[in-house]
């Protein structure tokens, strides 16, 4: 079990299955502990969630020193490291993560946990953890998944909690929302009182079945894989995605060749793509993995990349990708 401590991004993560990983994603800006088998529940508990989010009342300080309550708000800070999350209502219900990630998760799928990853992201502010089985599947072209159950919730509001259908490419460990390849709309709660009742509404909505999930996102990846790309395809592609209005500045216009340029190398040269160069799946690939592995400043990258999974941000950047790539190869 390997150790890496670097958490100037207020990031700490515990990664299971390392013998399944390809590089080093979650090492990016993040304090890293990594498990050849799945993640063990008593250190998730131990070494991530071992504190609670708590009420401070809160009050205005005058000029001259008098203090005067602010009734209905109340700070929720961390019992531990007194860091503020947020002034919340009187009436916002606090989602402790030992029992919105971990109890409600092991109520969720009626079985034992097998914990993938589990995380906290902005020193407490955000947290996640994933459900999966210990067994990878291959798809008929060769393509290393996993599907997982991500669960997330947040003390500063930046995300509300939300449990989701996702899959992972192990190659690269990019992580992709299930509604790529069916229709499964996230469920969110928000901190309120009748949150703590929904529980079933969770299972109906979601219809947790990890293996059902696997053979979608194996459909899914071949349909891509079995899409053929000629380079001049390519080049049209790269232009669609990443166009250069006449008229551009030659600042924003400088930024955006380097983008084409970029992407272009990866289609050529980088070892998470060039398996698949010539096929559809090699240009989600290339457009995928630039949007979690290279966009975007490494010290943010682990929290910026559980948002926008779970904000759907990234969902919309891929459909978008497919829908071009579909529509200049005539697929």
Same mark, same amino acid.
């Given at each position: ?5 670097? =958490? @100037? ?10 013998? !399944?990983?390809?590089? %080093? ?12 088998? *799945?993640?063990?529940?008593? %250190? ?12 401070? /009342? ?18 929720? $800070? ?9 002034? *919340?209502? %009187? ?18 799928? +009626?079985?034992?946990?097998?914990? &993938? ?13 994933? $459900?999966?089985?210990? !067994? ?5 072209? &060769?393509?290393?998944? #996993? ?9 500063? =509001?930046?995300? *509300?909690?939300?449990? @989701?259908? $996702? ?20 469920w969110t709660n928000r901190h309120t009182l009748n949150s703590l009742t929904r529980l ?41 995605? $990443? ?9 924003? #216009? /400088?930024?955006?060749?380097? @983008?084409?340029?970029?992407?272009? !190398? ?21 457009f995928n993995t630039h949007q979690l592995h290279i966009a975007g400043k490494n010290d943010?990258?682990? +929290? ?7 904000? %759907?941000?990234?969902?919309?950047? !891929?459909?978008?990708v497919v829908a071009v790539l579909r529509d200049v190869c005539n697929a």
């Open positions: 079990m390997a150790l890496i401590d670097n =958490s @100037k991004a207020g990031v700490r993560t515990l990664v299971g299955f390392n013998d !399944d990983l390809v590089g %080093d994603y979650w090492g990016s800006g993040a304090r890293v502990i990594r498990y050849d088998g *799945a993640v063990p529940l008593d %250190d998730v508990l131990g070494k991530l969630f071992n504190w609670e989010a708590i009420r401070c /009342s809160v009050e205005v300080v005058l000029k001259d020193g008098r203090r005067l309550p602010f009734s209905g708000r109340e700070a929720i $800070v961390h019992n531990k490291t007194d860091k503020v999350f947020k002034i *919340a209502t %009187d009436s916002y219900v606090i989602h402790q993560y030992q029992d919105w990630l971990v109890n409600n998760v092991a109520k969720l799928l +009626d079985d034992d946990l097998c914990i &993938g990853i589990a995380g906290v992201l902005r020193g407490g502010g955000g947290a996640f953890i994933s $459900v999966e089985t210990p !067994d990878k599947i291959e798809s008929r072209n &060769g393509i290393e998944l #996993k599907p997982k159950l991500l669960a997330a919730s947040s003390h500063d =509001s930046r995300l *509300a909690t939300s449990y @989701k259908m $996702v899959g992972t490419i192990l190659w690269c460990q990019n992580m992709l929302n299930a509604s790529l390849w069916h229709e499964s709309a996230p079933e509404e969770v299972r109906e909505t979601l219809g947790i079945q990890l293996a059902n999930n696997a053979a979608a996102m194996c459909d899914y990846v071949d349909s891509l894989a079995d899409i053929s790309v000629t380079d001049e395809q390519w080049q049209q592609i790269v232009e669609r995605l $990443v166009p250069i209005p006449e008229g551009t500045r030659p600042q924003s #216009k /400088s930024r955006l060749e380097n @983008k084409r340029d970029t992407l272009h !190398d990866m289609w050529v040269n980088d070892p998470r793509c060039t398996k698949w160069k010539g096929s559809g799946f090699g240009v989600f690939q290339v943010s990258r682990v +929290d910026r990349n559980m948002r926008n999974i779970l904000s %759907d941000a990234s969902l919309e950047h !891929d459909k978008d």
